[in-house]
């Protein structure tokens, strides 16, 4: 991978043969595992300047309409998070000179706060091409990293590293977008279209989907409550005139049913109810969701471009047969994309019901894959993966000049872009929207064997036992891999509270990038041995500070609590009176401790506490820096290695945590920036 410094240029041809389409990665990482920023990308003419407002892409206008920029999202890393963008290259207008590539941070946050500030750009296949570090960061509150710029029919990238202390609204400015600086108490036009909410989350019913409007220039205009501006920005409380028709989502509750009882099942596009056995599921599981990526171009286009798939039409097949030895294969799927005369295709291997992937078999498609020219071989199961540990041990042969990518979805994954399709960002018409509730509702049901991570493996009872007996040593294997099964976990839970609140949610992972996972699985797997407890810690957008998740397997207890501080300048009972309030419809056994610098502070129920708030206040009149909000749940007693309670009790947690406690509390502030 070559390394950029601040100022250097290179051409793209040079190091890759394939960056027709590339993926930049902006990533950083935080010891204290608060810190996060959004990315944005502007399109520049050859002005310097962009051509409309549209041209500027961030969390509410993740994508444009010919697929030349979308904003993948962020995972998490080794020690931070990872913001990704999908630029195709060959699909951007040819009056687009330059694409920047920027970030930006939350509220009073600043980036010498975060460390590792970093941009990484890999070319269609996933190979990593250059790297940039920004080193020296400190009041900034938003970076330009780098860019993307043609010269003749060349694309090439500079390495910036610009920072901006008046955050995205004056990066924004610099390249003439409009900044909205309306008040909040901006007056609506009459009879202008406004936007609809559409119904609250599942999640205790707790929080309101997010929608974007979109006017003709295809920019966003306004966004409801529960929508997350971009880092930085608040969304004003008055809504605006309306110039076009907003994008279309369900509303979560249900129309009353004509049916004359419960007995009457309502007539689905896709039954499961029928499905007896595995190979039924995978053929049925397979067929309903590539047609649904097809015929759904927003969908499909969100599932294929993070592992390098152009913009442009797709087809998908099941049950091709392709020869290969001595007889033919015959892989569940096979997607084709086509763009400007040229096909990418992509062999899709699928697994249900918690069927382990083969190795042999995901060998097999990817050496008829790289015979044939194709360019990615895709698997898909109910496990997730996990960064530094393949799901499936193949071989790569390095004298074929063809390279072929290995990627692998969960099916957590296809509902989580799914449900954020349909519920909170909308798609283009009504029969997509539709469509996409038929394919939510298949994945979801029982009999589909597509309901993400169940299974803590075969390590979880004899761990548990372990720790029962007080048996289990530092450097069992065992222990490992019930950390990386509670990593998966974890991550599952991101993704499916993500879909349901319409918001980011990402485990937080502490800790120095370049970390080796399999050395930080270690050391937690120790720990696991020497207390006996599973701990997390999940970042969601717009939550008050970070939520943190601990399974005690000694005790069987879980607990799910979060810190949330104190306004500036507040008296102390003025605090502790506000909390109660908010927590009004909070559980009566919900555990709140003040957080006192560097001493114990006062801790009580909050069915004790709410006659008697003077009661949280410390002795001796110590300063109060926060309160810690903590509820308390049994852990599934089930102790196999299948569907346990365990996970079902994982996620009853942090739904109730998050619907009876979170939800209540002030949403985190951000700072106003441009709105388009």
Not at 23 to 47: E, H, K, M, R
Not at 122 to 127: H, I, L, M, N
Not at 175 to 194: C, K, L, M, R, Y
Not at 397 to 412: E, I, N
């Amino acid at each position: 991978m070559h390394e950029m410094t601040k100022g250097a240029n290179i051409g793209l041809a040079a190091l890759s043969e394939d960056t027709g389409s590339v993926i930049v990665s902006l990533s950083w990482s935080s010891a204290a595992g608060a810190g996060d920023a959004d990315v944005s990308v502007l399109l520049l003419g050859g002005d310097g300047r962009v051509r409309s407002d549209a041209d500027f892409f961030f969390y509410n206008n993740p994508a444009s309409p010919d697929g030349s920029v979308q904003l993948l999202g962020k995972t998490p890393t080794g020690s931070g998070s990872e913001d990704r963008i999908s630029l195709d290259l060959t699909a951007m207008p040819a009056d687009v000179d330059r694409a920047v590539l920027a970030a930006s941070q939350y509220g009073d946050a600043r980036f010498g706060e975060l460390d590792d500030l970093r941009l990484t750009l890999s070319d269609r296949a996933g190979e990593a091409l250059l790297g940039y570090t920004i080193a020296g960061a400190s009041t900034e509150s938003a970076f330009l990293f780098g860019e993307l710029y043609r010269r003749g029919e060349e694309w090439k990238f500079r390495a910036i590293g610009q920072g901006y202390e008046t955050g995205l609204a004056g990066l924004a400015t610099d390249f003439g977008i409009d900044v909205d600086d309306a008040s909040e108490d901006a007056p609506v036009e009459e009879g202008a279209g406004q936007t609809e909410t559409t119904g609250q989350a599942s999640v205790g019913q707790a929080v309101s989907a997010a929608e974007v409007a979109v006017r003709p220039d295809g920019a966003p205009e306004a966004a409801a409550a529960g929508a997350a501006p971009p880092a930085g920005a608040t969304v004003p409380r008055a809504r605006r005139p309306r110039t076009a028709k907003k994008k279309v989502t369900l509303p979560r509750a249900e129309k009353k049913s004509l049916a004359e009882n419960d007995s009457w099942r309502t007539a689905r596009l896709f039954p499961a109810g029928s499905l007896k056995s595995d190979r039924e599921r995978e053929g049925r599981a397979t067929s309903v969701l590539l047609s649904v990526m097809a015929e759904v171009p927003e969908f499909g286009r969100r599932l294929t471009a993070g592992f390098g798939a152009p913009a442009g039409r797709m087809q998908t097949f099941t049950e091709v047969a392709l020869p290969h030895g001595d007889g033919p294969r015959r892989p569940d799927g096979v997607i084709r994309v086509e763009r400007a005369g040229k096909l990418w295709t992509a062999l899709v291997e699928t697994k249900t019901n918690g069927n382990a992937l083969r190795s042999e078999q995901v060998q097999n498609y990817l050496d008829i894959a790289a015979r044939r020219g194709y360019e990615a071989v895709i698997t898909l199961s109910n496990d997730v993966a996990l960064e530094g540990r393949p799901l499936v041990q193949v071989k790569t042969d390095g004298r074929r000049k063809h390279k072929v990518v290995l990627w692998h979805l969960s099916w957590a994954e296809v509902t989580y872009q799914a449900q954020t399709l349909i519920r909170h960002e909308g798609v283009g018409n009504a029969a997509h929207a539709w469509l996409l509730q038929e394919l939510l509702h298949y994945l979801q049901h029982e009999n589909s064997g597509c309901h993400g991570f169940q299974n803590m493996g075969p390590a979880w009872v004899p761990v548990r036992n372990g720790i029962d007996t007080e048996t289990l040593c530092r450097g069992d294997e065992r222990a490992v891999e019930v950390v990386e099964s509670w990593e998966r976990l974890i991550r599952q839970v991101c993704l499916r509270l993500g879909g349901e609140l319409g918001q980011k949610a990402l485990p937080v992972q502490r800790g120095r990038r370049g970390t080796d996972p399999h050395a930080r699985r270690t050391v937690l797997a120790d720990r696991l041995c020497d207390e006996g407890r599973l701990s997390a810690e999940l970042r969601v957008d717009g939550a008050p500070g970070v939520l943190a998740l601990t399974a005690d397997l000694r005790t069987g207890k879980l607990r799910t609590s979060i810190d949330t501080p104190v306004p500036d300048g507040s008296y102390p009972l003025t605090s502790a009176k506000r909390l109660i309030r908010l927590l009004a419809k909070a559980p009566a056994d919900l555990h709140v401790e003040t957080l006192v610098e560097g001493d114990n502070g006062p801790r009580g129920t909050l069915e004790r506490l709410r006659p008697e708030p003077a009661d949280l206040l410390p002795k001796r009149g110590a300063a109060i820096t926060g309160f810690r909000l903590s509820l308390f749940k049994g852990m599934g007693a089930t102790r196999g290695s299948a569907a346990s309670g365990f996970i079902r009790s994982v996620d009853e947690a942090v739904d109730q945590f998050y619907a009876n406690v979170v939800a209540h509390l002030p949403a985190f502030e951000r700072r106003p920036a441009p709105t388009t």
